[in-house]
C-alpha cells in the first residue's frame, strides 16, 4: 500500500478541554502521536477540522481531527476527503471500540457501526461504509453502566498506567496498514 496515493487519517473524539482524556477520545490523542511522527502541527482547516499534511512510513498523509462533536464528525471528514481529493477506500478511521478488551488494536475494512455515531456520521457523509478502520479496544463498561456515560468518562488510573503504550501500539497498526496493506497488516497484527 505504501505509495504517493495520499490518505486521509481521522481521529475520532469530542473538542474542548473537558474531553481530553475520555475514552471517546482516543483517536485524537492516537493522531497526536501520528503527528509527532510526521514533525507537523495541527492547524484550522476550512473542512472544519484540525489537519496536519505529512509523511507516515514513506506515504503522504492528512491527519484530521474534526472540530465538532463526534455525533456530527461526518461533515468535516466528509469536506477534508473533498478537498484533498481523497477516495473513501483510502480513508483510515482511529475510534473506540466497547467490543473490545482494553488496549486491544483490530483493523477493518467497512461493516457496521455498532451503535457508534460518529462512525455513523461518517458512513453517511461519505456515502458508504467501505473505509478503513483502527480500532482501539476501550472495554465494556462495568455493572450496568450506560455505555454513553462510560465512553465520556476518563480512562481509569490503571488504564492510563497502559494507555502510552496503547496509543504507540496503536499509531504503529496505523502505519503498518500504510505499508503493507489491509490483509497482510491484519495477519502481522491479529
Given at each position: 500500500m505504501a505509495s504517493d496515493e495520499l490518505h486521509l487519517i481521522v481521529g475520532l473524539g469530542n473538542?474542548?478541554?473537558?474531553?481530553?482524556?475520555?475514552?471517546?477520545?482516543?483517536?485524537?490523542?492516537?493522531?497526536d502521536e501520528l503527528a509527532d511522527r510526521a514533525g507537523g502541527r495541527f492547524k484550522a482547516h476550512k473542512s472544519g477540522a484540525e489537519i496536519v499534511e505529512g509523511r507516515l512510513a514513506g506515504t503522504r498523509v492528512v491527519l484530521a481531527k474534526p472540530r465538532s462533536f463526534m455525533n456530527v464528525s461526518g461533515g468535516p471528514v466528509a469536506g477534508a476527503a473533498r478537498f484533498y481529493k481523497v477516495e473513501p477506500a483510502s480513508v483510515i478511521v482511529i475510534h473506540d471500540e466497547l467490543d473490545l478488551d482494553f488496549g486491544t488494536i483490530r483493523l477493518k475494512q467497512g461493516g457496521g457501526e455498532g451503535g457508534h455515531n460518529g462512525l455513523r456520521s461518517i458512513s453517511k457523509s461519505l456515502s458508504t461504509r467501505d473505509y478503513l478502520r483502527v480500532r482501539f479496544g476501550i472495554g465494556r463498561p462495568p455493572g450496568r453502566m450506560d455505555p454513553a456515560d462510560y465512553v465520556l468518562r476518563d480512562f481509569s488510573t490503571v488504564e492510563r498506567k497502559e494507555l502510552a503504550f496503547g496509543i504507540g501500539d496503536c499509531a504503529d497498526a496505523v502505519e503498518l496498514l500504510l505499508v503493507k496493506g489491509l490483509i497482510d497488516a491484519q495477519n502481522q497484527l491479529h
Amino acid at each position: 500500500m505504501a505509495s504517493d496515493e495520499l490518505h486521509l487519517i481521522v481521529g475520532l473524539g469530542n473538542p474542548g478541554p473537558q474531553y481530553v482524556g475520555n475514552r471517546h477520545n482516543i483517536g485524537f490523542l492516537v493522531l497526536d502521536e501520528l503527528a509527532d511522527r510526521a514533525g507537523g502541527r495541527f492547524k484550522a482547516h476550512k473542512s472544519g477540522a484540525e489537519i496536519v499534511e505529512g509523511r507516515l512510513a514513506g506515504t503522504r498523509v492528512v491527519l484530521a481531527k474534526p472540530r465538532s462533536f463526534m455525533n456530527v464528525s461526518g461533515g468535516p471528514v466528509a469536506g477534508a476527503a473533498r478537498f484533498y481529493k481523497v477516495e473513501p477506500a483510502s480513508v483510515i478511521v482511529i475510534h473506540d471500540e466497547l467490543d473490545l478488551d482494553f488496549g486491544t488494536i483490530r483493523l477493518k475494512q467497512g461493516g457496521g457501526e455498532g451503535g457508534h455515531n460518529g462512525l455513523r456520521s461518517i458512513s453517511k457523509s461519505l456515502s458508504t461504509r467501505d473505509y478503513l478502520r483502527v480500532r482501539f479496544g476501550i472495554g465494556r463498561p462495568p455493572g450496568r453502566m450506560d455505555p454513553a456515560d462510560y465512553v465520556l468518562r476518563d480512562f481509569s488510573t490503571v488504564e492510563r498506567k497502559e494507555l502510552a503504550f496503547g496509543i504507540g501500539d496503536c499509531a504503529d497498526a496505523v502505519e503498518l496498514l500504510l505499508v503493507k496493506g489491509l490483509i497482510d497488516a491484519q495477519n502481522q497484527l491479529h
